[in-house]
């Protein structure tokens, strides 16, 4: 069992994952930390138990996250684990080697940023963001509550910073660093989504159309590519129709719609965001 687990493990894997809880590291430490922000989940929660208590941040983000993952093992696997903790403890050495090794003083304001709470919450978010998003797309999680989220419900993720956010406007006894750990939050959360799922995202359009020999002959031709064709049926007119799936570019989009409705102007259209596509080197679509 043990020996099928190591198998499915990559070393490339785990040098992205190091990567990106260094990334993650920085997010935190250089933009978000030292001017009170926080980031959501349980770094989150590491990051205001830190700045209540004498413990470093490093030590709340093991002994916190660690916990959360095991107790995921079943649920998740435990490759999925193991790279989960690895990435865990990175971003913990990260955050230990900024704030106490390296010749970096977080401990007033970002020396990048300095006091500017937008600047901060944002250049924050997205670079702790974009470390998270490479822990996602490399195996692993940088926080216990995605776990949670799996076993549990979704929302279980949101709840928590809410009420994390309420807790730090209570005891900071403002609205000011909530409001901005959640302008933080949000373009963390976008910028997750572009590492995992890609910036410039394919379009993937479904032609409903009673000319599918025509259409498709003159999208192949102009896109230089293969679709998948469907036969379907009109429910109300019972009458057969064929549905033309094809993928293409944000950029094609246009001249796409433009062409079929120059061939069959009763074509119907709809168009799907697609976050990845994957082709086989002796395959294609027929």
Not at 110 to 127: E, K
Not at 166 to 186: D, H
Request: charge should be positive.
């Amino acid at each position: 069992m043990l020996k099928k687990i190591l198998g499915k493990l990559k070393w490339k894997n785990f040098l992205l994952l190091t990567l990106s809880g260094f990334i993650n590291a920085a997010g935190i430490t250089i933009f978000l930390t030292p001017v009170g922000l926080l980031d959501s989940g349980i770094s989150g929660t590491s990051m205001l138990l830190a700045s209540l208590t004498p413990v470093s941040l490093s030590i709340f983000l093991v002994v916190l996250n660690v916990p959360l993952f095991l107790y995921g093992l079943k649920r998740p696997g435990p490759v999925f684990t193991i790279y989960a903790i690895y990435a865990v403890i990175m971003y913990s050495l990260g955050a230990w080697l900024i704030n106490d090794v390296l010749p970096i003083d977080v401990t007033i304001q970002s020396p990048i940023a300095g006091t500017d709470l937008v600047l901060c919450a944002i250049f924050g978010g997205v670079i702790s963001g974009i470390g998270s998003g490479l822990t996602i797309r490399y195996g692993g999680a940088i926080d216990g509550i995605e776990v949670l989220a799996v076993i549990f419900a979704k929302k279980i993720g949101v709840t928590y910073n809410i009420i994390l956010y309420i807790i730090c406007g209570i005891v900071s006894k403002s609205w000011v660093l909530p409001l901005y750990s959640i302008l933080a939050y949000y373009a963390g959360l976008k910028m997750i989504d572009f590492v995992v799922e890609g910036i410039d995202r394919s379009k993937a359009a479904f032609i409903i159309t009673t000319k599918p020999k025509e259409v498709g002959g003159a999208l192949s031709e102009t896109f230089g590519q293969g679709m998948t064709i469907l036969e379907a049926k009109g429910f109300y007119s019972n009458s057969p129709k064929t549905v033309i799936y094809l993928v293409v570019n944000r950029f094609q989009v246009g001249k796409m719609q433009d062409l079929v409705h120059e061939i069959d102007p009763t074509a119907y259209i709809t168009i799907n965001e697609v976050a990845d596509v994957f082709k086989s080197v002796n395959q294609q679509q027929s």
